[in-house]
């Protein structure tokens, strides 16, 4: 498990683990009872944490490195409980770790939760941000060197779309002959109608 498969999820509290995406919704894995579950898309929307900012009186700056404040000062720095400390105490605490933090944009129920994500990451030993970054560059780079992927893929396109021609082309067939089976029998009907009047 890593930081990037890590989400939030509207509606339910704690974190999850992103087991894998359906078109109607996510299979996640709870990060403090380990239980699985189904999330419906048109109930809950899903947000990876590494790509939740944080507002600052300058530029954004991603969660993690928030967090990564908190993991370097929580030798030094006193952390505040989320669930007992008062709301100043809890200011505070976050002036005291990150002091670009916008007061103004940034709830102290953002903070809450901040502090309660923190914990969890910090449990489940995720708190490592360096390395999924440099494993993301790494595995980058191979990738935009190999040309031959997307050759592959219209490979395989054209052999998809091979099939579907001939299908079209049997339907087209099958309908031409009941058009025609339809045809004649209206033909004899004309015929018998010429032979009555006779």
């Known amino acids: 498990m890593e930081y990037r498969e890590i989400v939030a999820v509207t509606g339910l509290g704690g974190l999850f683990q992103l087991l894998t995406t359906k078109s109607d919704g996510a299979i996640v894995r709870n990060l403090a009872d380990k239980t ?13 944490l590494e790509s939740i900012e944080v507002y600052t009186t300058g530029d954004n700056v991603r969660l993690h490195e928030v967090f990564q404040k908190m993991k370097d000062t929580e030798a030094s720095v006193a952390k505040a409980d989320p669930k007992s400390a008062d709301n100043n105490v809890i200011k505070n605490y976050f002036k005291s770790i990150f002091a670009e933090i916008d007061e103004d ?3 102290v129920s953002d903070m809450k939760k901040m502090l309660k994500w923190y914990e969890l990451l910090k449990a489940n030993d995720l708190l490592n941000f360096e390395a999924p970054a440099e494993e993301a560059t790494a595995e980058s780079a191979p990738v935009a060197e190999e040309t031959p992927a997307p050759q592959a893929e219209e490979v395989k396109e054209e052999a998809e779309a091979k099939p579907k021609k001939a299908a079209r082309k049997k339907k087209a067939d099958t309908e031409d002959a009941a058009a025609e089976g339809a045809e004649k029998p209206a033909k004899k009907t004309a015929t018998k109608k010429k032979k009555t009047e006779e």
């Open 36 to 48: 699985t579950k189904f999330i419906s898309a048109r109930l809950h929307n899903v947000t990876p």
């Open 105 to 107: 944009r940034v709830y």
